[in-house]
């Protein structure tokens, strides 16, 4: 549980801020340069999960890998052979760079769509007072856009507690135990070791936490209905 808590706040926190951060570049560049980076974080955002998983399982080879072979030829490193799986924590490095590749396109493109409403004239009321670009994030965009952030955190959190094809996948079915997310735990708990009661119990902790989740969440829709 303590492993999946803080595997959740890794890939949400690296989800959120990474998508800010396009989706303010969207808000700045070019129309053309916009239409493009718009369609690849749809392209990004249309790739199956298993589909990404084998093409980082494949990046990270430590026979073939091109993240290897591309850092094997800078100097002073040697990256021949290494396994980014042997240490759980690089591994799920790794994995979390498959989950947060796939959420930032969502997050990105929601939060442009809440930037492109904002509203111009406090934007440039602020640059006149002479408020730098982080003041007026912080002042105005924040507090505006503040509904859909915590509406995003929540979908993040609930996506990402209950991860389980990405490492099912990328450790060849057959995860070790270091690499035990609490939806893992419960799956090889009750199908691999056939103890199908504490397979249930452990679910059944997973279930209530969704829920608890889940119910932030809609009420901060209702919220937001009634605000509107």
Do not use: C
């Not at 990270?60 to 924590?89: C, E, R, T």
């Not at 004239?121 to 602020?126: G, Q, S």
């Amino acid at each position: 549980l303590y492993r999946t808590v803080v595997f959740t706040a890794v890939n949400v926190g690296l989800s959120l801020v990474l998508g800010i951060g396009i989706a303010l570049l969207l808000n700045r560049v070019s129309r053309w340069a916009r239409i493009i980076l718009t369609a690849t974080l749809l392209f990004v955002w249309a790739v199956p999960s298993t589909v990404s998983t084998q093409i980082f399982a494949w990046l990270f080879n430590s026979q073939f890998g091109a993240v290897n072979y591309l850092l094997d030829k800078l100097p002073g490193v040697s990256m021949d052979g290494h396994d980014w799986f042997a240490n759980p924590i690089s591994g799920l490095g790794v994995i979390a760079a498959v989950i947060v590749w796939g959420a930032i396109p969502f997050v990105a493109i929601t939060i442009y769509a809440g930037l492109s409403q904002l509203p111009q004239e406090l934007v440039e009321a602020a640059s006149i007072d002479g408020a730098g670009a982080w003041r007026r994030f912080r002042d105005i965009t924040v507090p505006i856009l503040k509904p859909i952030f915590v509406i995003l955190t929540s979908l993040s959190i609930i996506w990402d507690f209950q991860v389980f094809s990405q490492i099912w996948i990328i450790r060849n079915y057959r995860p070790e135990s270091d690499y035990y997310l609490i939806s893992i735990y419960s799956f090889v708990t009750s199908f691999n070791q056939s103890q199908y009661g504490l397979g249930s119990a452990i679910a059944l902790i997973m279930v209530v936490i969704m829920l608890g989740f889940t119910f932030f969440y809609i009420r901060q829709m209702v919220r937001l209905g009634e605000t509107d």
